[in-house]
Every structure is written in structure tokens, then in C-alpha cells.
């Protein structure tokens, strides 16, 4: 009786193994399915592409079969069905024993963290001598020394005669019992195998399902292309569902993409599930047999799930890395991929074709750095150790000013949601990192805080010293200058905390240096008051700028510095040229404006000159600002409302 858990859960074992050692007659003997689906294969006598049974024993036992070409051609197309396997038989011809494919499946499996296994024997009818049997156990035994398989059982079967069938059946239904189901709560994704397209239905594609659970008519995103499309139809091994869980070999009906559009290699996952990029960080491991050393900027295979892409390897720590070594390094792809930390990866050579080793990605999508590559390295040690804090303040740290958002560290750092709230509470209670945008949880290092800060400490002291008489910079004038990086209300609280740790210092609403004493001298502080006072006394007619500085017995020179100052210090508004008005001032014309538009839709020069009993040049000066401030739009001689009246 299996446990509760598992009874609705469906495992995927594969096959692997040399070319012609039966793997697709042994699915064949334990399900009945022919797994060879092209005429081509049957022809040849070999498995070029996937192949895929449903099997079911007299105990209810279920599993699906992925059966992988065995040839050294094909391996492209094993190792796109390999993803999502949850346990594999490694299948090895008693009358030849070990060969070459055997070593490189059995690398593969093991460089990918397959979880579980068996090993099984086939064509024993073919071999006389039972003392050739032990020898092939003994050698497979020492095959499998130091991998996942080591100590796993060793069954011999003809799937001629049936032979060894019944035993092999017991130790899958063993093996199933011990099989660990994923969480069903984990995004879904799907690497696709196939696609192709069925006459009435459209596009439909097939793959296992690495995690998750998706409903028809749900929607999910192709990656890397990142298209919408929404799932139509679900089968399971011919029979219609409504729903397909980690597990599951599947097939989607598809709407919003052709079939043309979707290839082997893409994901199916919801939005923002998965990060891509064209580069990775990794941990890389070279195979002990392989006969090749990976060099600097070598060019590879990269295989993740069932997709191949081209790539250049940038090794971190050495300029070579040897068989049986490993090192953390660099992938810089062709194309695009999707993934996540922990994925587990391929590379194979470029010419001649080889498996060279794998690994596991550690960062899926690196910010630009200009860290020398020795650096760089000691930074992704914290990502690749088990120092779970460490691990999310390096990946915050490492994606420099940008920040991460709360729910990416779950896919560039492996740990649940429940567990990065927690370690980022932790984080900022020791200001180790700062939380810059509440809404979307955007997180910055404090080291590129603090880098932050110092430009803008540099910004200030270049506006002190052209500006001596000035408190300081505003806001929006200090903001400004990060605008590229961050938003508004992100700048605000970037400045807040600034203040808070002293880099900086607030004086009501500006900003400066803290050795800045700023300000104006008294003298100048009543000669600003006086020029606010005759704008005000103007009305909505005001002095323009020659007569302005006339009444303060002031030379252009003074009085324009003397205005510009005002304007910086929001006592006065520049509308033109030679033009001012207080705040107030404008804040009441946009009143009178606003009661205009109630009663009418447009107005003209005239209409406003005679609204606020002013000159024709004053009107147009004030409508043309209007203009710019995206107040009022002008059509010919006439202007509409544009937001005004909503105020």
C-alpha cells in the first residue's frame, strides 16, 4: 500500500544507457509500448528521439517511461529528456558490459542529481556462462562507485523471455515507495520536447512537469520569449484532465501561439517565475574521464532541461580547469535562457561533440560587473555555500544599485518566501541592507547605499561652492540627478536615510553638507523680501523684470542673481523672460481659470485678460506658461482645459 501522499503522483523513470543494449525492448517488456516512435528508428533498429510509456503492474504501481536514445549522436535528445526525470535505469548489455555511452549516461544522470535508481542487466539469455553474468555485476559494481548508483540493485532480465521481469517489477515498486514527491506549491514550469500541430485543436506541445500544478485555461508565459498563452486542453498518456501536477508527462493544447513558435527547449512557467538572462554564474565540475581540459573562454554546449545553447565559459578562479576539478565560473550564452538557482546544467564540447562535465547555477542572471574575476569568485562563495543569510545579502549586494525585489530572491537564491522575509527582516534590523520601495519590497545593499550617498555628497559640494549664498538642494534638483536609477518616492526615502545616518543633513526643504552654513546674509534676506513684496503688490499684473529691478535700485547683474534665488527658494514663480509671480499668485489665477471652465470649454486671450483684468501681453505670458505646465492646451488662438478643472 503506497502512502496517501504519493497515491495520485506520477514518476517519471528514464532509461539510459550504450546504443543497442536493449533499453527500448525492456520498456517494452514491462509496459507493452513500443517507445520508438519513428518508422526511421524501427527501421535502424535503434532510439534517435524520446520515447515515452505509461506503466501501471498488478499492484497499482504507476510511473511514466522516457525511454533516451542511447547512440553518441543523439545525445543532444537524451539530455533533453533526462529533465524531470525522478529516477533512472541504467541498462547495460550483459554479453558486452561497459561502454562508452554507459559511462557518459551514468555522468550525466549523476552531474544532474537524478535522485534514485536502478541497474538492470539485459540479454542475459545471450550469455552461457553464469560466471559472465558476475563478472558484468562486478564491473558495473565498480562502474558505479562514488555516483548516486553506488549500492543500488543490479537486476538481470531477458526481455526476449521474460526472465528477471517479475523481479524487476518488485524493485520498481520498491523504488516508487522511496521516491520523495516535490512540493505541488512550487511555480510551475515544463521544459518542452515536442511540438506540432493537430488538426482542430491547434498547437500542442509535450514535456514532463518539473514542479507545480496548471489548470485548462489558466495562463503561463513561454520563456525566454516571455508570450502569454493559455492552456486550452490537457491530456495525461491520451486521457483528458483538467489539471497536471510535478510528475506528469504531459501534453497542452495551446492558444495564442503557433506551434511554429515554440520549440524544444522552452519553458512554460507563470510571469516573473523564472529570470533570464545571457549570462550565468555557476559551479563547474569537469568529468575525471574526460580527455579534454576546459580553457579560458572555450566555447561549449550549454544543456539546461531540453534546451541547447551555444556559450563561452569564463573561468573565475584558474586560467584552466582539469578533469576531476572544479571551479566557479562564468557562462556567456548565445541566447537567452530562463532559470533559476540551483538549476542543475551540461556542458558538452563544441567539436568533437563530448561531455565535458556540469554543474549548478548559483546566480541565473548576473548584474554587469567590473570586478577583477578573483573577486568576483570570493562574492559567489557566499552564494554557493549553505549560509542561507549570507546567501541573499550577496545576492542583494551583487545586483549593485538596481536592488533585488522580495519575491526574485526566491528564484535567485532557492529559499522558500517564508524564509527570505525572515532573513530579510534580520538583515535590516542590523542595517545591512534598505528596503527603498514598500509596495514592491525593492531592496539595496547598504555598501551601495553608502556609494549613493558619496555622489551625492560630491553633487552637493560642486552646488555649495557655485552657490554659496544658496541652503542647499532641493529634492527634486538633488533627486534628479539619480532619476535613470529610482523613482520618486524611492529618492525620497534613499535622502531620508542619507539624513538618518549622517551623510547628509536636512534644513527644511533642502539638502546639504552638514560644514555648509548656506543661507543669504541679512542684508540680502530684506532685499528679497522687498522683491516679493512688489510682485505681490502687482497683482496679477506684476513689474516685469527692468522696472522690478529699477524699484530695488538694483543693476541687472544683482537683480537677476537676486531672482533666481527667489525662484530657487519658491517665493517666486518665472513665468517668462522677464516675468514673476508669487506662488499664491499663480495658485489664484488657476483658481479663476478652473471657475472659467466650468461654465465654458475654451477660452481666448481676450477672455483671460479680461478674467483677470490684465494686460493682453500679461495674458498671453501666463497662458503660454500655462501651456508648459501642461495646464491648459492650445488649439490656434484658443485654449482647452488639460487637467485643470479635475482639480
Given at each position: 500500500?503506497?502512502?496517501?501522499?504519493?497515491?495520485?503522483?506520477?514518476?517519471?523513470?528514464?532509461?539510459?544507457?550504450?546504443?543497442?543494449?536493449?533499453?527500448?525492448?525492456?520498456?517494452?517488456?514491462?509496459?507493452?509500448?513500443?517507445?520508438?516512435?519513428?518508422?526511421?528508428?524501427?527501421?535502424?533498429?535503434?532510439?534517435?528521439?524520446?520515447?515515452?510509456?505509461?506503466?501501471?503492474?498488478?499492484?497499482?504501481?504507476?510511473?511514466?517511461f522516457v525511454d533516451v536514445p542511447g547512440h553518441e549522436k543523439f545525445v543532444h535528445n537524451m539530455l533533453a529528456g533526462v529533465a524531470g526525470f525522478d529516477a533512472v535505469l541504467l541498462v547495460i548489455a550483459a554479453d558486452e558490459g561497459v561502454m562508452p555511452q554507459t559511462r557518459e549516461h551514468l555522468n550525466i544522470c549523476n552531474l544532474l542529481e537524478i535522485p534514485d535508481g536502478l541497474i538492470v542487466l539485459t540479454r542475459i539469455d545471450l550469455v552461457e556462462d553464469p560466471e559472465m553474468i558476475e563478472l558484468c555485476q562486478s564491473e558495473v559494481e565498480e562502474l558505479v562507485q562514488g555516483t548516486f548508483l553506488e549500492g543500488k540493485p543490479v537486476i538481470p532480465v531477458s526481455s526476449l523471455s521474460g526472465k528477471g521481469i517479475p523481479e524487476l517489477k518488485t524493485a520498481l515498486q520498491k523504488l516508487r515507495s522511496q521516491l520523495v514527491p516535490p512540493d505541488l506549491g512550487q511555480s510551475f514550469r515544463l521544459f518542452v520536447d515536442r511540438s506540432f500541430s493537430v488538426k482542430g485543436f491547434g498547437?500542442?506541445?509535450?514535456?514532463?512537469?518539473?514542479?507545480?500544478?496548471?489548470?485548462?485555461?489558466?495562463?503561463?508565459?513561454?520563456?525566454?520569449?516571455?508570450?502569454?498563452?493559455?492552456?486550452?486542453?490537457?491530456?495525461?498518456?491520451?486521457?483528458v484532465r483538467n489539471e497536471v501536477h510535478a510528475g506528469n508527462r504531459a501534453a497542452l493544447n495551446l492558444a495564442g501561439i503557433s506551434h511554429l513558435s515554440i520549440k524544444r527547449g522552452d519553458q512554460l512557467a507563470p510571469s516573473d517565475s523564472l529570470v533570464t538572462s545571457f549570462m550565468l554564474n555557476v559551479e563547474l565540475t569537469l568529468l575525471k574521464d574526460t580527455p579534454a581540459e576546459i580553457k579560458q573562454r572555450s566555447r561549449v554546449r550549454f544543456h539546461l532541461g531540453s534546451r541547447e545553447v551555444m556559450g563561452r565559459v569564463i573561468l573565475l578562479e584558474n586560467e584552466r580547469l582539469t578533469p576531476g576539478s572544479s571551479t566557479l565560473a562564468q557562462l556567456r550564452l548565445e541566447e537567452e535562457v530562463g532559470s533559476r538557482y540551483g538549476d542543475r546544467f551540461i556542458l558538452r564540447s563544441y567539436s568533437p561533440l563530448m561531455t565535458l562535465g556540469g554543474g549548478r547555477i548559483i546566480d541565473p542572471a548576473p548584474g554587469k560587473s567590473r570586478r577583477i574575476k578573483r573577486k568576483l569568485a570570493e562574492r559567489l562563495k557566499r552564494l554557493a555555500s549553505d549560509d542561507l543569510e549570507g546567501r541573499v545579502e550577496e545576492v542583494i549586494y551583487l545586483q549593485s544599485v538596481g536592488g533585488v525585489i522580495e519575491h526574485e530572491l526566491t528564484l535567485r537564491t532557492g529559499l522558500s518566501g517564508r524564509q527570505s522575509t525572515k532573513i530579510l527582516q534580520g538583515l535590516q534590523s542590523r542595517q545591512q541592507i534598505l528596503c527603498v520601495e514598500p509596495v514592491k519590497k525593492r531592496f539595496l545593499h547598504s555598501a551601495h547605499i553608502e556609494r549613493i550617498g558619496n555622489f551625492l555628497q560630491k553633487v552637493l559640494k560642486h552646488h555649495h561652492q557655485r552657490f554659496p549664498e544658496r541652503e542647499g538642494m532641493n529634492r527634486v534638483e538633488l533627486g534628479g540627478k539619480l532619476s535613470l536609477l529610482f523613482q520618486d518616492r524611492e529618492m525620497e526615502v534613499l535622502l531620508k536615510y542619507l539624513v538618518k545616518i549622517g551623510m547628509i543633513v536636512s534644513r527644511g526643504a533642502f539638502y546639504a553638507l552638514e560644514e555648509h552654513e548656506g543661507g543669504v546674509s541679512e542684508q540680502t534676506e530684506e532685499m528679497m523680501q522687498r522683491c516679493t513684496d512688489l510682485v505681490t503688490q502687482g497683482g496679477f499684473q506684476p513689474l516685469r523684470r527692468t522696472l522690478l529691478l529699477q524699484e530695488l535700485d538694483l543693476n541687472e547683474k544683482e537683480g537677476i542673481a537676486m531672482?533666481?534665488?527667489?525662484?530657487?527658494?519658491?517665493?517666486?514663480?518665472?513665468?517668462?523672460?522677464?516675468?514673476?509671480?508669487?506662488?499664491?499668485?499663480?495658485?489664484?489665477?488657476?483658481?479663476?481659470?478652473?471657475?472659467?471652465?466650468?461654465?465654458?470649454?475654451?477660452?481666448?486671450?481676450?477672455?483671460?485678460?479680461e478674467l483677470l483684468d490684465i494686460s493682453r501681453k500679461h495674458a498671453v505670458d501666463l497662458l503660454e506658461y500655462f501651456d508648459t505646465q501642461h495646464l491648459t492646451i492650445r488649439q490656434e488662438n484658443q485654449r482647452f482645459p488639460a487637467r485643470i478643472v479635475e482639480g
Open positions: 500500500m503506497l502512502p496517501s501522499h504519493q497515491e495520485s503522483r506520477e514518476f517519471v523513470v528514464g532509461t539510459s544507457g550504450h546504443i543497442d543494449h536493449g533499453k527500448t525492448a525492456l520498456i517494452k517488456a514491462l509496459t507493452g509500448v513500443d517507445a520508438d516512435r519513428f518508422e526511421e528508428e524501427k527501421q535502424r533498429g535503434i532510439t534517435i528521439d524520446l520515447g515515452f510509456a505509461p506503466y501501471q503492474d498488478e499492484v497499482g504501481t504507476k510511473l511514466a498547437t500542442v506541445i509535450t514535456g514532463t512537469v518539473l514542479s507545480g500544478r496548471v489548470q485548462t485555461e489558466e495562463e503561463l508565459d513561454r520563456f525566454p520569449g516571455r508570450e502569454s498563452i493559455r492552456i486550452r486542453g490537457i491530456q495525461v498518456h491520451g486521457a531672482l533666481k534665488a527667489c525662484a530657487h527658494q519658491n517665493r517666486l514663480v518665472q513665468v517668462s523672460e522677464d516675468l514673476y509671480y508669487t506662488p499664491g499668485q499663480i495658485e489664484n489665477a488657476i483658481t479663476q481659470l478652473r471657475e472659467h471652465f466650468k461654465n465654458s470649454p475654451v477660452i481666448s486671450v481676450i477672455d483671460f485678460k
